[in-house]
T-cell receptor
């Protein structure tokens, strides 16, 4: 079974600085998708970034980028120029790429709470 | 504005009450989900519906009863809950369950407190 591990329950970063959130996963599959979701105090889960495992190029979305290391099964999220609005719980998630898999589900890590210091 | 709307946002109920959580998605998706989020635990998948058919029940106690009348609406009926059921219940949707790599979109959640 696949697992997702976020080893940092909480992190803090100064406003305008860069912070990296760690995520590792375990799978025997070769093709899959990885996601970072953000959950601000409003509780709505918001997709931040998505990575296809078959793509070697790291995904980027404005100030958010990932460092995807497939061999190491590592998928970290880098937030550049941190802003107060980035304060939230961040979840790393995994989903199989195999079609018609009845066990197809998205698997979440426990989350990392990010604090932005003014 | 989110494409997945949940009501009520906050609910307090006694252990003998019967209440329902409602979810509506405006994204044209065919799959809908209920997740439970408790403190210090990973998100737990509860139920999955694909084209109105329940495809997964993740060993959820029978005091939680889902209903999916159409692809846009999903309910979670609650009865004789326990205090440990207090949690944030998140509804989500995606294009289809078994199409690889579909992104799941979440509602804002319904915060349930059982007293």
């Amino acid at each position: 079974a696949q697992t997702v591990t976020q080893s940092q329950p909480e992190m803090s970063v100064q406003e305008a600085e860069t912070v990296t959130l760690s995520c590792t996963y375990d799978t025997s599959e070769s093709d899959y998708y990885l996601f970072w979701y953000k959950q601000p105090p409003s509780r709505q889960m918001i997709l931040v970034i998505r990575q296809e495992a078959y793509k070697q190029q790291n995904a980027t979305e404005n100030r958010f980028s990932v460092n995807f290391q497939k061999a190491a099964k590592s998928f970290s999220l880098k937030i550049s120029d941190s802003q107060l609005g980035d304060a939230a719980m961040y979840f790393c998630a995994y989903r199989s790429a195999y079609v018609m898999n009845r066990d197809d589900k998205i698997i979440f890590g426990k989350g990392t709470r990010l604090h932005i210091l003014p | 504005e989110t494409g997945v709307t949940q009501t009520p946002r906050h609910l307090v109920m006694g252990m003998t009450n019967k209440k329902s959580l409602k979810c509506e998605q405006h994204l044209g998706h065919n799959a809908m989900y209920w997740y439970k989020q408790s403190a210090k635990k990973p998100l737990e998948l509860m139920f999955v519906y694909n084209f109105k058919e329940q495809t997964e029940n993740n060993s959820v106690p029978s005091r939680f009863s889902p209903e999916c009348p159409n692809s846009s609406h999903l309910f979670l009926h609650l009865h004789t809950l326990q205090p440990e059921d207090s949690a944030l219940y998140l509804c989500a949707s995606s294009q289809e369950v078994w199409t690889a790599g579909n992104t799941i979109y979440f509602g804002e959640g319904s915060w349930l407190t059982v007293v």
